[in-house]
């Protein structure tokens, strides 16, 4: 597609169950982004992902979050034993190549992700 | 550690008044690269502008300006002649040259145009 999609738009869940996220990329971005963004909040950084490399995990908020990216394109976010605090918006974004911080980076339309 | 600071939460206008969006930054890197990006009601985020630590010129846009002084830690986005469409909520963002892929988000701006 011409932009960042991400499935589901939203999703309802109930404390405890697992969900996953997926995020497909512009085609070609070798950067690929994960960030939470919480009800009148900035954006949270989770994890990245570029190319083959090793992906940077320094903002996911515990081992609960996990992600991974198959075959440098699609990526899923999993949350497992979900909270009520995990409950936000969920943001994927990619770029053409994260050259030293300079790339501008696309975003999809989110994910609403409730906890009940 | 890399910090983004947007003081103003909330700011109202009366539709073709100018009104500008205060961002101000940490960072010890000497590279480093400034974005603004503007989420309106729909909810997507839509880049505005990229500005890295080298350039200091001020740059113009239609009626989007942007004021980068290092001096000051600051890089403010002035909209002029606002309209209702720039409604939105703003957000000023920080990448590090040595840390490629970690942003660092403002808490953003939700800038009101009213009729």
């Known amino acids: ?116 | 550690a890399q910090k983004v600071t947007q003081a103003q939460t909330e700011i109202s206008v009366v539709e073709k008044e100018d009104v500008t969006l205060d961002c101000v930054y940490e960072t010890r890197d000497t590279t480093y690269y400034l974005f603004w990006y503007k989420q309106p009601p729909s909810g997507e985020l839509v880049f505005l502008i990229r500005r890295n630590s080298f350039d200091e010129q001020n740059e113009i846009s239609g009626r989007y300006s942007w004021n980068f002084q290092k001096s000051t830690s600051s890089f403010n986005f002035t909209i002029t002649a606002s309209q209702v469409v720039d409604s939105a909520v703003y957000f000023c963002a920080l990448s590090e040259g040595t840390n490629a892929g970690k942003s660092t988000f403002g808490d953003g701006t939700t800038l009101t145009v009213k009729p």
């Open chain 1, 1 to 116: 597609g011409a932009g960042v999609s991400q499935s589901p738009s939203n999703k309802v869940t109930e404390k405890g169950k697992d969900v996953e996220l997926r995020c497909d990329p512009i085609s070609g971005h070798t950067a690929l982004y994960w960030y939470r963004q919480s009800l009148g909040q900035g954006l949270e950084f989770l994890i990245y992902f570029q190319g083959n490399s090793a992906p940077d995990k320094s903002g996911l908020p515990s081992d609960r979050f996990s992600a991974e990216r198959t075959g440098g394109s699609v990526s899923t976010l999993t949350i497992q034993r979900t909270q009520q605090e995990d409950s936000a918006v969920y943001l994927c974004a990619s770029s053409l190549v994260a050259g030293g911080g300079s790339d501008t980076q696309y975003f999809g339309p989110g994910t609403r992700l409730t906890v009940l």
